[in-house]
Structures are given as C-alpha cells and as structure tokens.
C-alpha cells in the first residue's frame, strides 16, 4: 500500500458504523497489552471469517468515542513490529499472524494498522489455546455456536469428495487398481481372502476411494488414467521433478500426473539416491548408506499429496538439488508447526482433503495418528544425519528440505546419539547448529541443560556438547575470553608501541572477541573495556580529541 491508499482505507475503517465486528479501533497512546493485542487478534480472524470479509483490521492511535486520531508510539522502535509479527505466531495455532503492519504518520500523529487474516476454512484462529470472538463492540469467547459455523466449512467444501459426473470406473488405471488392491491387504491383513472375491466398484467402495460407485476426485488423483485429467479441471494433479546443479541451473525435469499412487514411485526412481560414506568416531571403517531412506521420501511425498490445497490450481515440486531434497506444496500447513505436532502425539484435529487423507490411509499411503512426522525424524536420527527442515514461513505453502549428507559429522552424529536427549532438544539443537531461529521455549530448554552459549540469534554448542564431538576449535572462536585477558593485551601493546588510537586496538582485540558478537558487539565491549582500565582501574589514559585520541600508560 502506498501511503495515499493507506490513508484512504483509514478514511473508510473511520466511516463504518461502531459495532462492526471485524474493525477494532483503540487508542493505545503509549502501548497495549501484548496478551489483549493477541486476544483482538483472534477475535477479529474469526470475525472476518464468520462477516466473509477478506482481514480484519486493529487500529490504534484512533479514539473510538467520538471517533479520531489520537496518535501512538507504540513499538516504534526500527525493527519492533516485525518482532511483533513473530512473537504473535507463536501464540496461535497454524503460526497464523499479521498480513502487514502498516504505520501511517497523520498531523494528529502516528497511526497503526493491523491487517488480520480471517480465520482458515474449518479452523477457527485462538491465542494461547483459546478461541476469541465480538459482540458488537465486547471482547469475549467465541461463542459455541460460532466454532460448529467455522468448523462446519471444511466438511462443506472437501474438494477430494466431489464427484466427477462424468467419469467412469474406465477413467481408472487397471495397474494403479491391482497395486492399490495389493495395499490395501497390506492395511488390512485379517480382509485379504474377503478381498479377493470383490469386483473393483466394490473395492473401490470399501477402500473409501468412490462414494455409492460414482468417481471422485479423490479417485481420479490416486487411480486415474493420464486421459482422465480434464475431469479434475481447473485443478492441477501434477508432481514436478526438477534437477538442479550446484549453481541452481536446471539439469533435466519431468512432469507425472496421476495414478499418483504409481507416480510416487515414479519420482522416487528419478532421485540420484547415491553412496555416502563417513567414517563413525574410533573406527578406522567407514560406513555407507545412501543419501536419502526412501521411507522418508515417500512419507514426505504422500503428506504433500494430502494436504495440497488443489484449489490453488498449482502443482507439487521436487527439486533435487547436490546434497538435498526440496518438497513443496499448495496450502498452509494445518497443525501450526512440527512442534506443535510432536508435543501433541495426536491425530490432527482437521485436515485440508478429509476424504482424501482416508483413502490414502486405506491404501497404506499415510495414517492418521499423528506418527507419520515423527517417524520421519526418528529415521534421519537413527541415520545421524540432520533433521527435515519445515520452512512455513510462507503462509500458503509448506517446503520441506531433506538433507542427503551430514552437515558437521561429529556435531551431528554424537549430538543425536546422546541418549539423554529428548527429540524436540535434538530439533532445537539441530536448528542452532544450522543458525536457525529458535524459540523461547526452546532457548529455554537448552539454556538450561547448559547445551548452547552465546547471545541470541548468535548461539552456539556449549563447550559441554563441544567438549564430546571434537569441535574444539569452533568453542574457541565462540566462546569469551575473561576480561583480564583482554587487559593484558592493550597493556602489553602500549608498552611496546608507546600508545595507540581507537583503531589500532580494534585491530587488535576484534578478532579475539567472541565470534557470538556481532561487529557492533564487539565494538561496544572494547569501547566498554577501556572505559573500565581509564575509568576504574586507571591503568590508561588518553590524550588528545576524543574521536582521535591516543591512549597511553601512566
């Protein structure tokens, strides 16, 4: 938005009637409550919702009675509203936060707008586990009437369960049929000889792929002929394998389009699958594996058939790239975050394609239990090599990055094996070890059992974990040295040189400091440390300007 069209939709927020449900308008001269920002931001994700508005919007610097700019200083810090965006997805399920975050300097001073997403389609938005909504102008629990209208719309608009009136059991491939039949046994041992006697409707039917005989999307995406593809337009059921060279130029790629039960298998024989060798810790032999479990591949591939929003009219993506895999599909990622789903250890409580995720469980694609996600990480752990990494950062699109070798090998490998660490701290850890950002809870947990050090986002293996994997030297570039130290150095310095200026003791102790710091870090810890030697222990002094002063021994 540019600052004229912000301007004209404050205009059009301040002209609507009072009680609108989805606009809150507050003045917050000086600040709001972080938990009551959280709690208007659910309230008016629901409301938007349930109003069919495309965002909500929270305004502050605005008085609601008579209506009028007031102006805030709210966060107006450079940096302090983007932190804002994070801090308010860590509080709501699917990490769902601000569309944007606009400020907009008027003459009666600076006004916020908050640009709030509506609630998902079959998920209504809570803050801190709860769900919040509007009764006109009040702030309160979403009502229980409310939750049952926006959790009905998943069950409304299953795209996996419309019918295809056209289609025809000979829309379907006779060898995606026989494989899906010899899966289904595998699902259901106790049924295999019950199974032989069914013809394919009936089949098809009990495998919950057809309703009453009649063809669905679901069954033309999982057992479809090629031909059969117009059936499922607009809608694109497409798998795209790209292979890409170290400088990310694109090698070969090919397109696979349904039976996408076969066309897994498909993309899997596409995927340069290679030897890794490492050699594991005293041992003059080294192991080989291949670079990727093709468990965990297939897993992964299933999950993004599932839940691809087809709606988006895009296609699913492999790219292959030297040392890693890169999996991306349609739509958000509907539990909120892996975390989320490990610490639950549950079975989902929506899913974006209900009919298609229970005839992929019939046919032995996924299960429903919650394990798939973490089965995958238990394997890249038993295997030594990093976990998955789930980017959703991207509000419509999931990607997950397989790794096809070991980023630190004895970081990683001894780091997994200690057997006292929980799974969601081996993640954590992994996350730091790739300079990822990591939570509070997760800051919290390794601060605690001494596992990092370092400041924040600069953190680094604690010397107790780097103590056990060797990685010695990386510790001492990280760690501080005691300031004494430090002192030594400038003394020794001048009684060799006389005296120095600013620069010549940055160039001196810049390297020495802890690599945690940033520059301007370490800049503010050097000029700190001199203050303390000519102030406190009057061990230097300087002479001249300040900004070309030279520092020199008593």
């Not at 069919?52 to 450079?78: A, F, H, M, N």
């Not at 030297?322 to 989320?340: A, H, K």
């Not at 419509?396 to 997994?416: A, C, M």
């Not at 030697?533 to 001249?544: Q, V």
Request: net charge positive; glycine share 6%; hydrophobic share 35%.
């Amino acid at each position: 938005m540019t600052p004229t069209d912000m301007q004209r939709k404050l205009n059009e927020l301040m002209d609507l009637p009072n009680e609108i449900e989805w606009v809150e308008f507050k003045e917050a001269k000086r600040n709001i409550d972080f938990d009551d920002l959280g709690k208007y931001f659910s309230a008016l994700s629901n409301e938007a919702n349930l109003k069919s508005k495309e965002c909500g919007w929270l305004v502050l610097g605005v008085r609601e009675k008579p209506r009028g700019i007031v102006g805030t200083t709210y966060r107006d810090e450079p940096g302090s509203l983007d932190q804002l965006k994070q801090g308010v997805a860590e509080q709501t399920n699917n990490r769902i936060t601000f569309t944007e975050i606009y400020e907009l300097p008027m003459p009666d001073g600076r006004v916020l707008m908050f640009k709030i997403p509506p609630a998902l389609p079959g998920i209504p938005t809570s803050w801190k586990g709860h769900f919040f909504g509007r009764n006109g102008e009040s702030l309160g629990p979403l009502s229980l009437g409310e939750i049952e209208q926006i959790r009905s719309q998943a069950l409304s608009k299953d795209w996996s369960a419309q019918v295809c009136q056209q289609a025809t059991l000979n829309d379907l491939d006779p060898s995606a049929i026989q494989f899906a039949r010899k899966q289904y046994k595998k699902k259901h041992p106790g049924q295999a000889e019950e199974i032989e006697q069914w013809d394919n409707l009936t089949f098809l039917n009990k495998a919950k792929v057809c309703i009453s005989g009649q063809m669905t999307h679901a069954g033309i995406l999982l057992l479809g002929r090629e031909e059969a593809v117009p059936l499922l337009s607009p809608a694109i059921a497409q798998i795209t394998w790209v292979l890409k060279d170290s400088q990310g130029v694109e090698k070969d790629y090919k397109h696979f389009g349904p039976p996408l039960i076969l066309s897994v298998g498909r993309v899997f024989e596409r995927i340069r699958n290679l030897t890794y060798r490492y050699i594991p810790n005293a041992s003059l032999f080294p192991l080989e594996v291949s670079q990727y479990d093709p468990w965990v591949i297939r897993e992964i591939l299933h999950n993004a058939i599932a839940h691809q929003d087809y709606s988006r009219l895009g296609r699913i993506n492999v790219v292959e790239e030297p040392e890693s895999l890169l999996v991306t599909n349609l739509g958000r990622f509907m539990p909120g975050s892996v975390e989320e789903v490990l610490h639950r250890d549950a079975p989902p409580e929506q899913y974006r394609n209900p009919f298609l995720a229970q005839a992929m469980v019939n046919l032995n694609m996924i299960d429903t239990i919650g394990s798939g996600i973490k089965r995958m990480f238990l394997k890249q752990r038993e295997r030594f090599f990093p976990m998955p990494d789930y980017d959703l950062n991207e509000p419509e699109r999931v990607r997950v990055r397989l790794f096809g070798k070991i980023l630190d090998e004895n970081y990683t490998r001894l780091l997994i094996e200690k057997a006292d660490l929980s799974l969601l701290d081996v993640m954590a850890l992994d996350k730091v070890q790739k300079k990822h950002r990591i939570t509070n809870e997760e800051f919290k947990s390794l601060q605690k059992q001494k596992l990092i050090e370092g400041r924040r986002p600069n953190l680094f293996v604690s010397a107790k974990i780097a103590s056990v994997t060797g990685d010695k030297a990386a510790y001492i570039r990280h760690r501080a040295f005691d300031k004494e130290h430090y002192k030594k150095m400038v003394i020794a310095y001048l009684e060799q040189f006389g005296g120095a200026k600013r620069g010549d003791i940055d160039k001196l102790l810049m390297d020495k400091i802890s690599d945690a710091l940033g520059e301007k870090q370490k800049q503010n810890r050097i000029a700190n440390l001199l203050f303390e030697m000519s102030h406190k222990d009057k061990t230097i002094y300087a002479t001249g300007p300040r900004r070309s002063a030279v520092w020199k021994l008593p």
